[in-house]
């Protein structure tokens, strides 16, 4: 399964000192041990167009083996429970999209 994540930063953080430690704790998230393949990044220079949204400031697209891994990851893994708890009071808007 895979799990994608949105976020849009508050102001006072999207700075080049907020973005770079955000960039930090997603590059951690990584890490997890639950994680099959992950990559994030910030919005593609791609064409404007009715139906493209640049509007976000970063995204992470994560797979998980099994919908078992994405649960853990979830429940109790430490890198996702730090980066919640790190930055939680940075982001203005996190969208989620998940798909089997």
Do not use: I
């Not at 919640?84 to 798909?99: A, T």
């Amino acid at each position: 399964m895979e799990h994608h994540v949105y976020f849009w930063l508050k102001e006072e953080r999207d700075n080049p000192s907020g973005r770079s430690k955000f960039e930090a704790g997603m590059s951690k998230l990584m890490e997890s041990k639950t994680l099959e393949s992950g990559c994030w990044g910030q919005p593609a220079a791609t064409e404007e167009r009715p139906v493209t949204d640049h509007s976000w400031d970063y995204a992470l697209s994560f797979k998980f083996a099994t919908m078992e891994d994405h649960d853990a990851y979830q429940g109790n893994d430490p890198h996702h429970m730090a980066f919640v708890e790190d930055f939680k009071n940075w982001w203005e808007r996190v969208l989620v999209m998940d798909l089997e």
